[in-house]
């Protein structure tokens, strides 16, 4: 790497009201900076007051960072919002569809890094928070649920991704079978009466970063009536976020 280079790292969610959120978030950054001086910030689309994405660019830049290793913590590159993202921080000329987002003022380099999706360590993550369910893995099959989108280009997205990890899990668990489905399009019963036709149980894991409307009130009411387990615990907290982001900070240093 260059020595004129300075790198800093921002780390971008979607932001919640609950402070807890917030803290989940620093912990695993601090976690995955270990033995790495690079400075960080935190940043949130929205709902976190002073957290701002521009806030967290111009925290960076005025540290000295010259290039800023961006990782989006959203569950999928099918999310609108990693599109629109990318595109205020310059990374891309055009959003993939209209956004309310306008270009943010960015002096350093951008390295834009990728969402969650089918990253092994993420499968491992699902896995882990399903387990308890499991007590006879050879009739049984996980079903990832996530949000999804309508619109065209970003649906497909979701599919791949949500395909992908649903074939990482299957081999992380052991069980008979995983799949996935969506809330938009909606096929989440669809696919539960598919497989308690083939004589299956259904684990269900919602692919959510945190619990909240769609986890405890949207999917349950969907699944009403069938056979399947679920606790509606998501992806966070667990430990191994910590790890997900090292690999995306190493993967970023890289390209400099």
């Known amino acids: 790497m260059n020595a004129s280079v300075r790198p800093g790292v921002l780390v971008i969610s979607h932001g919640s009201r609950d402070l807890s959120w917030v803290s989940i978030v620093e912990e695993a950054v601090a976690g995955a900076l270990k033995g790495r001086k690079l400075p960080a ?3 949130f689309l929205e709902l976190v007051a002073g957290r701002s994405i521009q806030d967290g660019v111009s925290d960076l830049e005025h540290r000295g960072v010259t290039d800023i290793l961006v990782i989006p913590l959203f569950v999928s590159s099918g999310s609108t919002h990693v599109d629109e993202i990318a595109y205020a921080l310059g990374v891309k000329p055009e959003p993939g569809r209209e956004t309310d987002l306008e270009r943010f003022e960015v002096s350093a380099r951008i390295h834009y890094g990728d969402p969650v999706d089918d990253d092994p360590i993420i499968a491992e993550m699902v896995w882990d928070k399903a387990r308890d369910l499991s007590e006879e893995p050879e009739r049984e099959t996980v079903l990832l649920i996530g949000h999804g989108s309508v619109h065209d280009g970003f649906r497909e997205r979701w599919q791949r991704g949500m395909a992908s990890l649903a074939d990482r899990v299957r081999a992380e668990s052991g069980v008979a079978s995983a799949d996935y489905a969506l809330l938009n399009p909606n096929d989440v019963r669809d696919k539960v009466e598919y497989w308690n036709g083939q004589g299956h149980r259904v684990l269900v894991a919602p692919i ?43 993967r970023l240093l890289e390209r400099i």
Do not use: N
């Open 41 to 43: 910030a935190v940043s």
């Open 208 to 250: 959510f970063l945190s619990e909240g409307y769609f986890t405890k009130t949207v999917i349950p009411s969907r699944l009403e009536g069938l056979d399947y387990r679920y606790s509606g615990r998501t992806l966070l907290p667990h430990p191994r976020l910590a790890d997900w982001m090292e690999g995306q900070i190493g």
